[in-house]
């Protein structure tokens, strides 16, 4: 663990090392950008609509008490939402689909030379490779973060223009009721740590690959597997420190 640990940290630090060529990096950065971003907008608007919906409604269907207001519904499903359904829920899902695409492409990268063919025409191609996806993890996360936050609290105004056991303008008057700007601060640093944990990982169990076509995909399950367990585990630390 320990050797991974430093292998991991060493990995780290060669690939924030200053770019030969700023534009060249610059490209790259933009096109990873759209691969997270827009590629994964999709899928996480579709998970963010209708986990929002279910939130609603079964707030609702445990609200048996006629002494608890309604609009509690509203507060209930806001707080989970922003604390815990867009920025976890959405992590595990983009360290499925975009963890796993980062580690088979650097793991084919590595098995088919073409990293020693980078290194041999003197590129630093951990900076190459892997810096411009960390930074589009870290940037375009938190952005997937806010769109979730928003189509998740959407889905729930549409769950109760379906229901008849909360009306809308209950469900509106509890988003607004005891609003904390700390939920909000908490998930952003979330989606922000998860963007980082999700493309590290997987770029530093792709560019450490041997073998041949199987152990790339060995590579990619376990840059999945990890990610998802540290994800989790950041999200207690985090909900622990700043909660």
């Avoid at 975009?98 to 020693?116: K, L, N």
């Avoid at 940037?139 to 189509?151: C, E, K, Q």
């Avoid at 601060?185 to 560019?207: D, E």
Wanted: hydrophobic share 50%.
């Amino acid at each position: 663990m320990f050797y991974s640990l430093g292998r991991y940290i060493l990995l780290m630090r060669l690939s924030f090392r200053k770019p030969e060529k700023f534009s060249v990096y610059w490209a790259e950065v933009m096109r990873e950008m759209v691969s997270v971003g827009i590629g994964s907008l999709g899928i996480i608007a579709i998970i963010s609509v209708f986990i929002g919906a279910v939130a609603v409604i079964q707030v609702a269907f445990q609200l048996t008490s006629p002494v608890v207001p309604h609009t509690i519904v509203g507060s209930i499903a806001r707080d989970s939402t922003i604390l815990e359904f867009s920025p976890t829920i959405s992590a595990l899902v983009l360290a499925g689909r975009v963890g796993s695409s980062i580690a088979s492409q650097i793991g084919t990268m590595r098995v088919t030379e073409q990293i020693d063919a980078l290194e041999i025409m003197g590129v630093n191609a951990p900076g190459y490779l892997i810096s411009p996806k960390i930074i589009a993890g870290v940037t375009m996360v938190p952005m997937l973060n806010v769109v979730s936050i928003l189509l998740g609290l959407t889905g729930g105004y549409i769950a109760c223009l379906s229901s008849s056991d909360i009306t809308t303008s209950d469900f509106l008057t509890g988003l607004h009721d005891s609003f904390s700007a700390v939920s909000l601060q908490a998930s952003m640093v979330k989606s922000l740590c998860f963007g980082f944990i999700i493309t590290s990982i997987c770029a530093y169990q792709g560019f450490y690959t041997q073998g041949g076509a199987l152990e790339v995909g060995q590579s990619a399950t376990r840059g999945v597997v990890y990610s998802c367990v540290i994800i989790l585990f950041a999200d207690l630390v985090i909900s622990r420190v700043m909660l």
